[in-house]
């Protein structure tokens, strides 16, 4: 095994920077490469305690999967991780995050890798190499700049979504969303999907929309596709809009007493140096909060409604579409 260690210090508490660590469900949003985090097991008691999970994340050009296993330590500031199934050429990855109060009361914030590749290839352990040092370095940088600017932090995030209710089949609204290539003929605000499956289940995509102003944006986005009850699609987009720093989203496919309830559900970080370069002179955080509710409930809504005439017009024999 391979042992690696990146170091940095963080002008925040202890506590604060493990709080940011512990949090598996916010990763997606606060590290750039995690796509999604989906709990197996957890077993926690006041910060401390084991969990289990499975996490996709961005290594290179590619997405890859494994299930980790950690043991928490709030009072001893330090929480371990072991890969259980790792993805070739990785065959064995853990390691620990170890924080240290230091006397101005910050933090000096260690990250821990210890890996080999299958085979012990040596392409394939440069490759991890590469990889594990490009990713930690951004981890740390980001729970530096996260735990440093918490409250800034909050006023920054927003979370909110849209429900639809579906008089048609499961699988129909389901199948809508997930054969996301045939958007550009069935939704008015698409004009360009480039998309593919290499492993099933995980889609990378690249998506053209236009405005209500005509303008055009390009956004890539990486979506993976968990088939248990409900059904979701969760997503990450990686080329972002110059308003936001980070957009995750899940699609939720859900039985209803009166049918399907289809949700869309965004989560999105402003960027707060682009509110006025996007929105003009004296535009606020609340100004940018606001348009992007509207901008991405007001697509949201379109895709939704749009599902909805597709599986209700599947149940009654005359399926529609914008087309």
Request: charged share 25%; glycine share 8%.
């Given at each position: 095994?391979?042992?690696?260690?990146?170091?940095?210090?963080?002008?925040?508490?202890?506590?604060?920077?493990?709080?940011?660590?512990?949090?598996?469900?916010?990763?997606?949003?606060?590290?750039?490469?995690?796509?999604?985090?989906?709990?197996?097991?957890?077993?926690?008691?006041?910060?401390?305690?084991?969990?289990?999970?499975?996490?996709?994340?961005?290594?290179?050009?590619?997405?890859?999967?494994?299930?980790?296993?950690?043991?928490?330590?709030?009072?001893?500031?330090?929480?371990?991780?072991?890969?259980?199934?790792?993805?070739?050429?990785?065959?064995?990855?853990?390691?620990?995050?170890?924080?240290?109060?230091?006397?101005?009361?910050?933090?000096?914030?260690?990250?821990?890798?210890?890996?080999?590749?299958?085979?012990?290839?040596?392409?394939?352990?440069?490759?991890?190499?590469?990889?594990?040092?490009r990713n930690s370095r951004t981890e740390l940088a980001?729970?530096?700049?996260?735990?440093?600017?918490?409250?800034?932090?909050?006023?920054?995030?927003?979370?909110?979504?849209?429900?639809?209710?579906?008089?048609?089949?499961?699988?129909?609204?389901?199948?809508?969303?997930?054969?996301?290539?045939?958007?550009?003929?069935?939704?008015?605000?698409?004009?360009?999907?480039?998309?593919?499956?290499?492993?099933?289940?995980?889609?990378?995509?690249?998506?053209?929309?236009?405005?209500?102003?005509?303008?055009?944006?390009?956004?890539?986005?990486?979506?993976?596709?968990?088939?248990?009850?409900?059904?979701?699609?969760?997503?990450?987009?990686?080329?972002?809009?110059?308003?936001?720093?980070?957009?995750?989203?899940v699609w939720t496919v859900a039985a209803a007493a009166?049918?399907?309830?289809?949700?869309?559900?965004?989560?999105?970080?402003?960027?707060?140096?682009?509110?006025?370069k996007v929105l003009g002179d004296g535009a606020t955080?609340?100004?940018?909060?606001?348009?992007?509710?509207?901008?991405?409930?007001?697509?949201?809504?379109?895709?939704?409604?749009?599902?909805?005439?597709?599986?209700?017009?599947?149940?009654?024999?005359?399926?529609?579409?914008?087309?």
């Open positions: 095994m391979k042992t690696v260690e990146h170091t940095t210090t963080v002008a925040a508490p202890p506590r604060t920077v493990y709080g940011i660590i512990a949090d598996t469900g916010r990763w997606p949003v606060h590290f750039e490469p995690t796509v999604h985090v989906e709990q197996l097991e957890q077993r926690l008691e006041q910060g401390s305690g084991t969990e289990r999970f499975r996490i996709w994340a961005v290594a290179g050009k590619e997405v890859k999967s494994w299930t980790s296993r950690r043991e928490l330590d709030l009072e001893g500031l330090r929480i371990t991780f072991r890969q259980e199934v790792s993805q070739p050429p990785v065959a064995a990855m853990a390691g620990a995050w170890i924080l240290r109060p230091q006397p101005d009361g910050g933090t000096a914030l260690a990250l821990q890798h210890s890996y080999r590749a299958v085979g012990d290839d040596p392409g394939d352990l440069a490759w991890i190499d590469e990889v594990t040092d980001n729970i530096a700049a996260l735990a440093e600017a918490a409250a800034e932090r909050e006023e920054l995030t927003l979370s909110f979504e849209d429900t639809v209710l579906v008089d048609g089949d499961a699988d129909d609204v389901h199948a809508f969303i997930r054969h996301a290539q045939d958007w550009p003929e069935r939704l008015p605000h698409v004009s360009r999907m480039v998309l593919r499956e290499d492993d099933p289940g995980v889609q990378i995509m690249e998506m053209d929309t236009v405005t209500a102003d005509g303008s055009r944006h390009t956004t890539s986005s990486v979506r993976v596709c968990l088939d248990g009850t409900p059904r979701r699609i969760v997503y990450k987009q990686t080329v972002l809009p110059p308003l936001l720093t980070a957009h995750t989203g009166d049918g399907v309830a289809v949700t869309s559900g965004h989560t999105v970080v402003i960027r707060p140096e682009a509110v006025t955080i609340a100004d940018a909060r606001e348009f992007a509710h509207t901008a991405l409930s007001g697509n949201s809504r379109i895709t939704l409604e749009h599902a909805k005439a597709f599986a209700e017009g599947r149940r009654t024999g005359t399926p529609r579409s914008r087309a």
